[in-house]
Each structure stands twice: as C-alpha cells, then as structure tokens.
Nanobody, 120 residues
C-alpha cells in the first residue's frame, strides 16, 4: 500500500522560512516524479513545484526564486525549502507522486497534507 507522509508545516511570520518533507513508502518509486501542490481555503488545489527522478525541476511562477524542491532517491524523500514566505502562501501543502512529471493534478498518489500558515 502506497503511503505518502508530509511533515514540517506550521505557523511562521511573513519573511520567514519553512522546510517541508515528504516520505513515500509502499512500493518502488524508481523513475517516478514527485510534486508539491497547495490548497488555500475556498480555492482550487494548485501546482507548486515538481521534480523528476533525475532532478529536473519545475515551479509555479509565484514561488520561483523563493522555494526550492529537492529529493533523496535512496530515501524516497522529497523536500520543499520555502523562503521569504508571504501570507498568500498560506495553504495545506500536499505531496504527490506520479510516473511522469506534471503540473496538473493528475498525480497517482497523494499525501494527506500539512498546514502552512504565514502571518502578516
């Protein structure tokens, strides 16, 4: 059974930093892409960043230059370093895994999410 578990969310002041982690288990994830999405209250879930098995990465324009995605293939773990956080970054952040890298919500596996709240 595939399981994704996010951690690292919390409350931070604007301008601060947080690092999210996602650990995947339950199957072999060789050549799978991993991604982060977020959903703010009353809004649709949106793409944040994604990284391929070979560590090619793509970002939503709204987080470019502030967020950095990375992964440890040996540990089936993905990270999202978030700097210069803004109140509009407040959302539940979801980890997702998929055979191919994508910016759409078509990922095969999803975690339960972790809350990130940025105060002004």
């Amino acid at each position: 059974q595939v399981q994704l578990v996010e951690s690292g969310g919390g409350l931070v002041q604007a301008g601060g930093s947080l690092t999210l982690s996602c650990v995947a288990s339950g199957r072999t994830f060789s050549n799978y892409a991993m991604g982060w999405f977020r959903q703010a209250p009353g809004k649709e879930r949106e793409f944040v960043a994604a990284i391929s098995w070979f560590r090619d990465s793509i970002y939503n324009d709204s987080v470019k230059g502030r967020f950095t995605i990375s992964r440890d293939n040996a540990e089936n773990t993905m990270y999202l370093q978030m700097n210069s956080l803004k109140p509009e970054d407040t959302a539940v952040y979801y980890c997702a895994v998929n055979p191919v890298i994508s910016t759409t919500r078509s990922y095969a596996y999803w975690g339960p999410g972790t809350q990130v709240t940025v105060s002004s």
